[in-house]
């Protein structure tokens, strides 16, 4: 919970990613407002149920109607991801520097129902998919060209959509409360964050209980469908209230400007940098108090040196050509960036073991049953660790916290760093409790007599499944909004939804290191004609051994990130802290 503080409280003051201007001056007094959360909130949590109850089945339908294996379905689950993850940043330059928000969400919308509706064709067309196996004689065809060009378009459509609508909604949503009487009244955006979460936890929770179930037990055309009328219903909510919709001009990007600083730099590469900092001219930002740019990473300096302020700048200041003529701030916000990149490299090794899809397949060999009749969805596992998640930011703030600050006497806070080090440590403690229980399983299933058949459910209760989930959802809570704290707290004011872009490449980033890490074992692994360590067979395979080695990565990941943290230094306010506790 204090971390949702925090970050409602820099979101408040942030500049997302632009700079923005007004339609028209009357705009604020006669639009936006908490009328229009209705269509934006309620538009918002709509799409994320379309596409969070879209992926969790993936990977059963891949392998049981397209006849991948499980390295092939999981190596385009990944790609998916990666793509999924890149598009919003992309999206977030278009939307702030071209097209406006209320645009790119529009058209995001739209693009997610036509990708969404050619996905739903490949369960209700035959033709679309392969034909079924032929259980007799256990021949199954693979999917032909065309129909995997076919499947991979829709994957591609939808991820671009999804990418288009998630930088611009949630800015959206505040563009609406610029309004006088609204910035003045500092409840009106903790009202707009608290209805938005909620929201989207709730979609989260039905899409991952009613949507998986419908899936699975009525049928993939069914449960296909409904995702397309969500994602219907939720484009035409959105489009119903244009008429109160604030909608800013888009201006300057942020991130563009991050370019420009490396492009300037380069292109000044000549000019020498004097050791008396006084005898340079920079360009200063208007209203900016930050006058000269700091020593370190000082070949960046080069992009704000004005060499001839008649022929670099206008006559209102500003430089002619941004691209070759920076202002300090700028030089300064890309340093920030380059900074925190080795703390964001480990956090990027740390996804690896979590993009992957084989926990659904382990809970489909067990028993999934509650009572007699009553069936458990193999991917409805997942909604344990966002159940933990959500325990674990509640308790923190109301009861760990305070409980701590009792016992010891004093105030109890922990660092963003330590923070997050903590959640990498249980990442770790995740992914040893998932190869623990795999070798149970795998034990139970070839001394049972299940070794040639992976698809029969073993007398092994999924409840053993309980501690990996639970585990990684409270790791998973704790890096991730200690993360988001981190950049926050790290990053100048202006560059505050920077944040979003750098775990949105982190997670593309990580997608890839996954896919590669899983190409690699199998590789390695069925040399010789031996069975794969991620055999589609997960009875012969060994999964155990390859989230060993995960575990393997997770620990040397753990041990890098110590010495990012030290090289890194303190964070901004603990220089302070440190100093205050020296005194005698």
């Known amino acids: 919970m204090e971390n949702s503080e925090c970050e409602k409280s820099e979101m408040i003051e942030q500049r997302p990613l632009l700079l923005v201007k007004m339609d028209d001056d009357d705009q604020q007094t006669h639009k936006g407002g908490f009328r229009t959360f209705p269509f934006i909130i309620g538009s918002t949590a709509l799409m994320g149920m379309a596409v969070s109850g879209l ?182 909510l959105f489009y119903l209230g244009t008429p109160f919709y604030v909608r800013l001009k888009p201006k300057s990007s942020l991130i563009t400007g991050l370019f420009q600083v490396i492009v300037a730099s ?135 916290l305070p409980l701590a600050s009792k ?27 998932l190869a623990a229980v795999e070798s149970v399983r795998r034990s139970v299933a070839i001394k049972e007599g299940y070794s040639d058949d992976p698809q029969s459910v073993i007398p092994m209760s999924a409840v053993w499944l309980l501690p990996q989930y639970l585990i990684a959802g409270v790791a998973g809570a704790l890096y991730a909004t200690s993360q988001n704290e981190f950049y926050l707290s790290e990053f100048p004011k202006s560059m505050s939804s920077v944040a979003s872009a750098l775990i949105g490449v982190g997670g593309a980033v990580g997608s890839l290191l996954a896919s590669f890490v899983l190409n690699t074992i199998n590789e390695l692994t069925k040399r010789g004609g031996q069975e794969s360590w991620v055999s589609s067979n997960i009875n012969k395979g060994h999964y155990d051994y390859y989230y060993l080695v995960h575990a393997g990565v997770c620990l040397v990941n753990i041990l890098c990130y110590i010495v990012c943290c030290r090289a890194y230094g303190p964070c901004k306010g603990e220089e302070v802290e440190v100093m205050e506790e020296e005194k005698p």
Not at 61 to 89: K, Q, R, W
Not at 407 to 433: C, D, E, I, N, W
Request: some cysteine.
């Open 407 to 433: 016992l010891t006497g004093k105030p109890v806070h922990f660092s963003t760093k330590q923070r997050m080090g903590f959640g990498l440590f249980l990442s770790f403690v995740a992914v040893l409790v």
């Open 55 to 236: 992926t969790p089945n993936l990977i059963l339908y891949l392998m049981n109607e397209y006849h991948m294996d499980m390295v092939t379905g999981t190596n385009m689950l990944f790609f998916m991801s990666a793509f999924a993850n890149i598009a919003p940043v992309a999206a977030a330059i278009m939307a702030d520097s071209f097209v406006g928000r209320f645009h790119m969400i529009g058209l995001g919308s739209v693009v997610t129902l036509v990708g969404m509706f050619l996905f739903w064709l490949t369960s209700v067309i035959p033709q679309a998919r392969p034909p079924p196996c032929v259980d007799s004689i256990n021949i199954c065809k693979s999917a032909d060209m065309l129909q995997f060009l076919f499947l991979f378009l829709s994957f591609g459509i939808i991820s671009i959509g999804d990418g288009a609508i998630r930088p611009s909604s949630l800015a959206f949503g505040t563009d609406q409360l610029t309004g006088k009487a609204y910035q003045e009244n500092a409840s009106a955006m903790e009202k707009y964050f608290s209805w938005l979460y909620a929201l989207t936890a709730l979609s989260l929770l039905v899409a991952l209980t009613f949507l998986v179930y419908i899936q699975v037990n009525m049928g993939w055309g069914l449960g296909f469908g409904i995702l397309v009328l969500l994602v219907l219903f939720s484009t035409v």
């Open 266 to 400: 380069y292109r000044n590469r000549c000019l020498r940098l004097s050791s008396q900092s006084e005898d340079i001219l920079y360009h200063q930002k208007k209203g900016s108090t930050i006058a000269r740019p700091s020593e370190r990473l000082r070949f960046l300096n080069k992009a704000c040196i004005v060499q001839d302020p008649e022929l670099d700048l206008s006559p209102d200041g500003e430089a002619i050509d941004p691209w070759c003529l920076c202002t300090v701030d700028q030089v300064e916000e890309l340093k920030a960036l380059l900074k925190v990149v080795p703390i964001w490299s480990t956090g990027v090794v740390s996804t690896i073991h979590s993009h992957n899809s084989f926990p659904v397949l382990q809970a489909t060999s067990m028993d999934r049953h509650i009572g007699s009749s009553f069936e458990i969805p193999a991917a409805s596992f997942g909604l344990f660790g966002v159940i933990s998640a959500i325990i674990w930011l509640v308790l923190y703030g109301t009861v760990i």
